[in-house]
């Protein structure tokens, strides 16, 4: 049971380069989220997906886009990166019926300059 | 949206000692109050968590208090040692089926030997 993983670890991008960052889990969990963690500012959500088949806007979506490929896969992708979006993305799942803890992935450091 | 403000921001204390982080949110529709710890490099875990029906959980060193009536929760960990060393984050579900969770910008805790 791998839980939430995450690829890739770490990745440097060119201002204007795409790139998806893929997250899987193995729980059957049907929630699926992706954050941003920035210094001081916590970790503020980019997109989730309730289950499989919908996805919602969180906090800070501009300049990404996700897909729910299937229950267990829920990718992050940027279509013309930019120094801002410099950060580590977590990815979390939650099982939902109930259930409301949230388990994280080990996350991406990205890099775009 | 729910707006979660947590402090203080960086906090040391002796070891041996007790620290207390608190934590304010705005929904009060908010039934779900969670802790995460996250150590250099790693992802968040969550530690303990509180729901909206409860005042008070304790889980060995650590406890959570909440205060619905003030909309305020706080997390007491006690004869801190080293290992406690880590930025804490708190969080804040709302509740009508919400499946956002928006957390405070974190507390660095150092625990001094």
């Known amino acids: 049971n791998a839980g939430v993983t995450q690829t890739p670890k770490f990745q440097v991008l060119k201002t204007g380069q795409s790139m998806t960052l893929q997250c899987a889990q193995d729980?059957?969990?049907?929630?699926m989220y992706w954050y941003r963690q920035d210094p001081g500012m916590g970790l503020r959500l980019i997109y989730y997906s309730a289950s499989e088949g919908t996805t919602d806007k969180g906090e800070v979506p501009n300049g990404y886009n996700v897909s729910r490929l299937n229950k267990r896969e829920f990718s992050l992708r940027l279509e013309s990166a930019a120094p801002s979006q410099t950060s580590v993305y977590f990815c979390?799942?939650?099982?939902?019926?109930?259930?409301?803890?949230?388990?994280f992935g080990p996350g991406t450091r990205l890099t775009v300059t | 949206g729910e707006n979660v403000e947590q402090h203080p921001s960086t906090l040391s204390v002796q070891e041996g000692d007790s620290a207390v982080i608190k934590c304010t949110y705005s929904?009060?529709?908010?039934?779900?109050f969670p802790w995460y710890k996250q150590e250099l490099g790693k992802r968040p875990q969550l530690i303990i968590d509180i729901r909206s029906n409860v005042g008070e959980k304790k889980d060995q060193r650590i406890a959570v208090t909440l205060n619905k009536t003030a909309k305020h929760f706080s997390l007491h960990i006690t004869e801190t040692q080293p290992e406690d060393s880590a930025v804490y984050f708190c969080a804040a579900y709302s509740g009508a089926g919400s499946y956002q969770l928006t957390f405070g910008k974190g507390t660095k805790l150092s625990v001094i030997p």
């Open positions: 729980m059957n969990h049907n929630s």
């Open positions: 979390a799942s939650r099982p939902g019926q109930g259930s409301y803890e949230q388990y």
């Open positions: 929904d009060s529709a908010s039934n779900y």
